[in-house]
DNA sequence: TCCATTTAGTTTCATTTGTAACTGATGTCC
DNA sequence: GGACATCAGTTACAAATGAAACTAAATGGA
């Protein structure tokens, strides 16, 4: 086990593992994503929050992909290029506009969501069902260390 | 529990987690040595490793730190430029250099490097003793779980 | 020995990403 | 009701990243 005063190896250090992890993971999703479907992934990530609730606005999905107002406006202008997004003026508040796909968006949605939860289960394989709660949980608190510590560093 | 079939969501998505979790930490970090050192996180791993095991080359580092011999090359050129880092010719083989920290470097190191033990265990702190095992276990069946699905995707 | 191939590392260029500034619309409070 | 702050979303610009082309050195046959 490390202690303090242990020296620093970085293939022991969890923010670079999680770093090549994530890395290895997300490269591997967005070579597929693209190949196949012409989608990034901060499109993907629109897609999969819109195909299962439409009618978001901009910053309700900013709120739920944890991506910025930034790259939310990129993908929905990507996908509304491409016939994936259609946005609808909100009543009452000329600046939202709820985002819904398309049935072509949808089309494509539903063909995605299956193999990016096939990809997660081959992931998964190498855990067995213990571990994969254990896992959920440990991320989960993590998670919210890492918010806190977040909030200290800025 | 997660059955085949069951919808996406994105924020019980273990690779969107990954995602999430990762570029919270490494962003807190990137800020935090960036702000104090004027250091990048490509530079400070190429630092983290040298100041461990100095000598290595350029592709030996690639290897330590999973980087590609591109974002090598830039660190190692900025860090020589700041002066905090040295190459060697090699006897032998005029391509390779080898590569130490200088004192300056050094020095550098061993400031942050307890500074980033210090972050990993705030982080941390969020788990038991026995959890911390678990989760680098269950880290270490991701990343070869990984390896072997990043190579079919390819 | 000489030519083709591989290897180490760098440079170049296109794309992605992040930050800050901006536009237009809404809310606020005196 | 008007001045000012705030909010939703976009645009503009700079920095980071990645892929591919490139240079120079070493290797490996025939």
Redesign the pocket.
Same mark, same amino acid.
Request: aromatic share 0%.
């Given at each position: 086990m490390r202690r303090a005063g242990d020296a620093l190896v970085l293939d022991r250090f969890l923010p670079y593992r999680l770093s090549a992890l994530s890395?290895r993971v997300s $490269?591997a999703i &967005?070579?597929a994503y693209?190949a196949a479907f012409d989608l990034?992934?901060?499109e993907w990530r629109v897609m999969a929050v819109l195909g299962r609730e439409g009618g978001l606005?901009?910053?309700?999905?900013?709120d739920a992909t944890q991506?910025?107002?930034?790259?939310?406006?990129?993908a929905?202008?990507r996908l509304t290029r491409s016939g994936r997004l259609k946005?609808r003026a909100?009543a009452?508040?000329? $600046?939202?506009? &709820?985002?819904f796909l398309t049935p072509r968006g949808l089309a494509v949605y539903e063909q995605i969501a299956p193999l990016a939860l096939a990809y997660e289960q081959q992931l998964m394989t190498a855990l067995s069902q213990s571990e994969r709660h254990a896992l959920a949980a440990l991320l989960d608190k993590l998670d919210h260390a890492s918010r806190a510590l977040g909030d200290i560093a800025r």
């Open positions: 890395n $490269r &967005a070579r693209e990034s992934i901060p606005t901009a910053s309700a999905l900013a991506m910025d107002k930034v790259a939310i406006s990129r929905v202008a946005a909100e009452g508040d000329a $600046r939202r506009r &709820a985002l």
